[in-house]
């Protein structure tokens, strides 16, 4: 029974080129998590303050450790769908708290206590917003594509259904 769970959480027909996906991923992911953690000031605490992110000195660093958990869960394939879902909310809020305000040309309030910053760029708008989200828009895409069709057939998760059949 705790066999058939386990698989059930596994389970993936997506092609072993979905390696490159998970590549990808974590090859963002993981040492964009270290660097939050090594330099708090610049990328972690210090930064989400700046951008408006509530409890800075919190999040920073449980951002840092998601992102190198859940980029090193991709990168070998275990328990794939589980990882990619905080690093879908991860990209989601990015989005909201950095690009939103280019888009916008001007700092945004989501509610009275949680306003996030614009930052200092040449252009503002739509165009802008495309061009500093395009990474954002790609790692969350191949996030959702993971979510979607699991780690493939090259993964610790295929790995375990296998030996779940048996």
Same mark, same amino acid.
């Given at each position: 029974?705790?066999?058939?769970?386990?698989?059930? &959480? =596994? @389970?993936?027909?997506?092609?072993?080129?979905?390696?490159?996906? !998970?590549?990808?991923?974590?090859?963002?992911?993981?040492?964009?998590?270290?660097?939050?953690?090594?330099?708090?000031? +610049? &990328?972690?605490?210090?930064?989400?303050?700046?951008?408006?992110?509530?409890?800075?000195?919190?999040?920073?660093?449980?951002?840092?450790?998601?992102?190198?958990? =859940?980029?090193?869960? +991709?990168?070998?394939?275990?328990?794939?769908?589980?990882?990619?879902?905080?690093?879908? @909310?991860t990209m989601?809020?990015?989005?909201?708290t950095t690009?939103?305000?280019?888009?916008?040309?001007?700092?945004?309030?989501?509610?009275?206590?949680? +306003?996030?910053?614009? !930052?200092? &760029?040449?252009?503002?708008?739509?165009?802008?917003?495309?061009?500093?989200?395009? &990474?954002?828009?790609?790692?969350?895409?191949?996030? =959702?594509?993971?979510?979607?069709?699991?780690?493939?057939?090259?993964? @610790?998760?295929?790995?375990?259904?296998?030996? =779940?059949?048996?």
């Open positions: 029974m705790k066999c058939k769970m386990l698989a059930s &959480l =596994c @389970i993936t027909e997506a092609s072993r080129w979905s390696i490159l996906i !998970r590549l990808a991923l974590a090859g963002v992911f993981i040492p964009e998590g270290i660097q939050k953690l090594m330099f708090p000031e +610049i &990328l972690g605490s210090g930064r989400f303050a700046k951008i408006g992110i509530p409890y800075p000195e919190f999040m920073g660093p449980f951002v840092g450790w998601v992102e190198i958990i =859940c980029g090193s869960l +991709i990168l070998i394939g275990l328990f794939s769908r589980l990882a990619a879902a905080p690093i879908i @909310i989601l809020v990015a989005i909201f690009k939103i305000p280019i888009w916008m040309g001007q700092d945004w309030m989501l509610t009275e206590t949680m +306003i996030f910053y614009v !930052r200092d &760029l040449k252009t503002y708008g739509f165009w802008s917003f495309m061009h500093e989200a395009r &990474l954002d828009w790609a790692m969350l895409m191949a996030a =959702c594509y993971l979510f979607i069709v699991g780690s493939g057939q090259w993964s @610790i998760d295929k790995l375990m259904i296998r030996k =779940c059949d048996m």
